[in-house]
């Protein structure tokens, strides 16, 4: 497979570097030549110094070789003007990164004129996450898979006696639940049963909706399980827009703070039912002032890091009970469960694994990357002929790196052992290493023909 980014920010980088791990031809292709040059120093991929709207620019490269073109500029009519380019000279299928509110109503009618295959909107996907978030009971980081059948809760286990110290098979209360992976200084590891959880782990635990909300529901990892009627943002960018807009449906009263006067002005004529307040949120006195302590949520959307992890930290200790932070930074992920702030959300991951979700294709339900990308948890529809049908688990050969953590079968979540047999159609959420990834790709595709085309 080829294929061609345009634009090389944060999510140009971060989406090749994940292309490069599952065997993917890449050719990026940005105006800054510098940029380039350091790219080439970290990535085996094919760099180009060129405007990609030059239509002469993606003939001598031969677009309608490639599979995929992906423009990431920080423009939005320009990624919708290179996908029209490249889709009329021949290029298979285009993404676009399109981010402009006003664009929102307009999607469809953008793909089908501009030949855009698909869309991604990163501010838009993290919004929605922190909705789907502040509405769940959990304080914890936690993911919905199979249709909400199969989720996955993620909690340190500092101060747990139960399971600090011991070895994974013998934890008690885990019946019907597994410990697909372990984040450990800040590193992924697929475990097995003998793997001995140490202070500060973090598990990643596997299981039915069910099943895994009682094992949350007794070590008390719930916070106030009471309706999210008020909620403080942290800056007037597109998360804040996207986020105040959903939430209006819940009735939950939203204050925005924000410092650019324009920015103000711009949401309260949107906004009607939104608070917006024009200050500088570091200000912890305006923050009493508007009343932090007597909010439910708490969210730090600034375009600072620093900034909406501090916040965030600020308003943990004073006592809302959920706080998320919006970080670009890939380091900051490591620091975030020492922190003590519920859940830290990356936009160019969320927006990367939507597009891996895309490219992937067939069956693949949904993808999300862990850590900065050290590791996948990947939705797939086993498929018949692949190598994976009619075995034992066990027999399978599958490497250290990939475990599969639950598989639905005719609607019933199993978590499965190494006798367990995958039958065509059953829905397999699998933990993998990014490392791994090309060998997944191998075990899911029929014999003959590809799963990933």
Request: net charge negative.
């Amino acid at each position: 497979m080829k294929v061609i980014i345009v634009g090389i920010g944060k999510l140009g980088y971060r989406l090749a570097e994940s292309l490069i791990n599952s065997d993917i031809d890449v050719t990026l292709i940005d105006q800054n030549s510098k940029v380039l040059e350091r790219i080439n120093d970290y990535l085996d991929v094919l760099t180009v110094t060129a405007n990609g709207i030059e239509i002469e620019v993606l003939k001598e490269l031969n677009i309608k070789s490639y599979d995929f073109l992906i423009a990431t500029t920080y423009s939005d009519e320009t990624n919708a003007i290179i996908c029209s380019l490249a889709k009329k000279l021949g290029c298979k299928k285009t993404i676009a990164r399109i981010r402009n509110p006003e664009y929102t109503k307009q999607l469809d009618f953008i793909k089908t004129e501009m030949g855009i295959d698909h869309i991604i909107n990163p501010e838009l996907a993290t919004s929605n996450e922190i909705a789907r978030y502040l509405l769940k009971s959990y304080n914890f980081y936690s993911e919905d898979f199979a249709k909400g059948k199969v989720s996955i809760l993620d909690f340190n286990i500092k101060n747990m006696p139960t399971f600090v110290g011991k070895n994974i098979i013998e934890l008690d209360d885990m019946e019907d639940l597994l410990i697909a992976a372990i984040t450990r200084n800040d590193e992924i590891i697929i475990p097995h049963g003998y793997t001995e959880l140490i202070e500060n782990d973090i598990i990643h635990v596997i299981g039915s909706t069910e099943k895994v909300t009682k094992f949350g529901e007794k070590f008390n990892f719930h916070g106030d399980r009471g309706k999210i009627r008020r909620v403080m943002i942290l800056g007037g960018g597109n998360i804040a827009y996207y986020l105040a807009q959903k939430l209006k449906s819940f009735n939950t009263k939203v204050s925005i703070i924000e410092q650019d006067r324009d920015r103000c002005r711009y949401l309260s004529e949107r906004l009607s039912d939104a608070l917006i307040i024009r200050g500088d949120g570091t200000d912890i006195n305006l923050l009493e002032e508007e009343g932090l302590e007597s909010m439910d949520a708490f969210i730090g959307a600034t375009g600072f890091d620093e900034q909406n992890l501090l916040m965030t930290l600020i308003a943990n200790q004073a006592g809302v009970h959920k706080t998320i932070a919006k970080i670009s930074r890939p380091n900051y992920v490591k620091i975030i469960d020492n922190l003590g702030i519920d859940v830290a959300l990356n936009p160019t991951n969320i927006a990367v694994s939507s597009i891996l979700k895309f490219i992937r294709g067939g069956k693949v339900v949904s993808v999300s990357l862990l850590l900065g990308g050290q590791a996948e948890v990947t939705e797939i529809i086993a498929i018949k002929d692949s190598r994976i049908i009619g075995k034992p688990i066990a027999e399978l050969g599958l490497p250290k790196g990939i475990i599969i953590g639950a598989i639905v079968h005719q609607g019933k979540v199993i978590i499965p052992n190494g006798n367990t047999i995958i039958e065509p159609d059953d829905r397999l959420i699998i933990f993998c290493l990014s490392s791994n990834v090309p060998d997944l790709e191998l075990f899911t595709k029929p014999v003959k023909g590809g799963l990933f085309k």
